[in-house]
């Protein structure tokens, strides 16, 4: 009898954990992709104050003036004001930096890819958060190494690209292809090899510039950020109590 | 009464007909759990790319949006409403504003712990202070970074990002997995090292059958750091859902996709599968409701064979 019972408590209690165990299975979808704006909800308070003192900390620095610019500076192609203040900026610096620390390797053409610059620089004063705005990404100043092919290779790319940020070279474009290369005022020679200063984004192969990894003859990392260079630089000219300033030069031109 | 039951019949309405209307308040969910009903939501971003701070933007779609304390609202809201909740990130959660280059990862992945995420996944734009950037970032999160077909063992992340994740809410079982992009080509090498990367759609086959049929999760969610979709054959967020079988959502993200409403597709076997990206930023949110009903294993009938369908 005893037994009985106790079978029968076991096969209640199974039964039980069965039925409070269900299975789910899928039987509706509802989706909706939502705009986050104020008509979706406020900002969550705790949130936001948790957020403010990073928030007040970092709006200190990005509002700190630097210098100033004598005119609005927006990329452009095949040249523009923008990248070519960009390319010189970079060509100055990377010859400076050279002179320094590696005669050696003094770059004779300094290339900033127009993709990697994110915004403009507006007319007067100029802050940190301009450059941030403008070079958002943690690149470093490199130095590329190239043989006379390896020049052509790479000119011939921002040929394709209908014009680039460049510095120390100028060419035509026809067609798609450059023409009339010049380095530093002169044709490029073979046997003569031409240090190009840039950023470790496309030196590496970025933005389909596979000639400065496949055709390299030599490389070195600066391990200084470009942005910190730009900074550094508009400073510089903000001492000596001037103003940054771009002009078109026909470096890259349509033949 | 009379007023509930109308609710309730307009719920359904809407599930049946797989529209996006609207339902307002809590009464769907209360309604829906009576009897024998459970809803799971799911709402998630992708490429918040540490926008932290709503956007100050030339362009009108995007002045004065999004925001990470507005998605914590909502997040919080809806969680109200529904515990049965989970919110989700597709990667890139680094790079894009100044809170990057001067706290690196730490503000954005606190203000994500705080505003409640459950789960993220590689971007990646997560390498660009290297494995190490990653590395010092990581203690930050309180929620886990799920990567299944990235394979750190040669690198000085071992260990660091699980596989899976499975998320218990009322009983139903969310298995979680994630895929990560290409990163040859795409990041600096130096910042990726030994990073072994594993062909995402092998991957994603091995964890969908792990999940549904060794752990018995009741709905499979992918995380994937692919992008929408390509031309030709490259992997992407709408081939992982065509060419699997137990997987029912997949979030994506690194296109920045502007999607109206998640993508329908047919996987494998012929069942539908959503398909999501919400656009970047946190300028979106996607918001997915998948409705439960108690059973003893069939598939009711009438509901199964529309969303089947």
Redesign the interface.
Known sequence: MKRIVFYNLLLIIGLLVYSC??????????????????D?????????A??QP??D??HK??SRVIGVSEIEMVKDKPEGLLSNFMADLLLEEGVAFCKKNHPEMAPAIAYVNYGGMRSSLPKGQITV?NI?ELM???NEMVFVKLGKKGVEEFINKLASHGGDGVAGARFGINDGKAINIKVAGETIKEGKHYWVVTN??VA???DSMEVFKTGRKGFFASRLKV?DIIIGHIEKVQENGEAITSKLDGRIYYE | MGGSIMNRRHFIKNILAGGTGLYMGAAPFSLLAKEGHKVVTIIHTNDLHCHIEPFSSSREDMDGKGGIARIAAYAKHVRAENPNTLLLDAGDMFQGTPYFNYFKGEVILKTMGQAGYDAGTIGNHEFDNGLEGILNALPHASFPLVSSNYDFKDTMLNGLFPRFKIFEKSGILIGVYGLGIELKGLVNENNYGNTIYNDPLKVALEMETFLKKEMNCHLVVCLSHLGHSYEGKIISDLVIGKETSHTNLVIGGHTHSYLKEPVQVKNKKGEMVLVNQAWWGGLMVGHIDFVFEAGSGRKSSIFANKLNG
Not at chain 1, 21 to 38: A, D, M, R, W
Not at chain 1, 40 to 48: F, H, M, V
């Open positions: 165990q269900p299975n789910y299975s899928k039987v509706g979808v509802e989706t909706k992709n939502l705009p986050v704006s104020i979706l909800a406020e900002e969550d308070s705790l949130l936001s948790f957020i990073y928030k900390s970092l620095d990005m958060r941030f958002p990404f943690e470790d984004y590496s192969g970025g942005r």
